[in-house]
Nanobody
Framework: QVQLVESGGGLVQAGGSLRLSCTAS????????MGWYRQSPGKQRELVAV???????NYADSVKGRFTISRDNTKNTVYLQMNTLKPEDTAVYYC????????????WGQGTQVTVSS
């Protein structure tokens, strides 16, 4: 059983910053991808940023240059530093843990609300 616990969401003015954290616990194999997705009302869930155990990253075009993803493998924790936030970044942000090699798994956190006011 794997659990993902997120923290760091909240309300911020446009141009401000927030830092999200997500810690995974349970039976975790050390080769995996952790990341963040977001979903706003009426829209599909979309990728924000992901990072592999080795540190390779992938970002959505809309957040490149503003968001930075990082991870601490010793703590099974992934971070998302969000700078220069915009109202369109408002969404529920979900942490994800995925492993595509056997044993395969894909887990989601419960989500944390990020609201950016204009």
């Amino acid at each position: 059983q794997v659990q993902l616990v997120e923290s760091g969401g909240g309300l911020v003015q446009a141009g401000g910053s927030l830092r999200l954290s997500c810690t995974a616990s349970g039976s975790i194999f050390n080769i995996n991808t952790m990341g963040w997705y977001r979903q706003s009302p009426g829209k599909q869930r979309e990728l924000v940023a992901v990072i592999t155990t080795g540190g390779s990253t992938n970002y959505a075009d809309s957040v490149k240059g503003r968001f930075t993803i990082s991870r601490d493998n010793t703590k099974n924790t992934v971070y998302l530093q969000m700078n220069t936030l915009k109202p369109e970044d408002t969404a529920v942000y979900y942490c994800n843990l995925e492993r595509k090699a056997r044993p395969m798994y894909n887990y989601w956190g419960q989500g944390t609300q990020v609201t950016v006011s204009s």
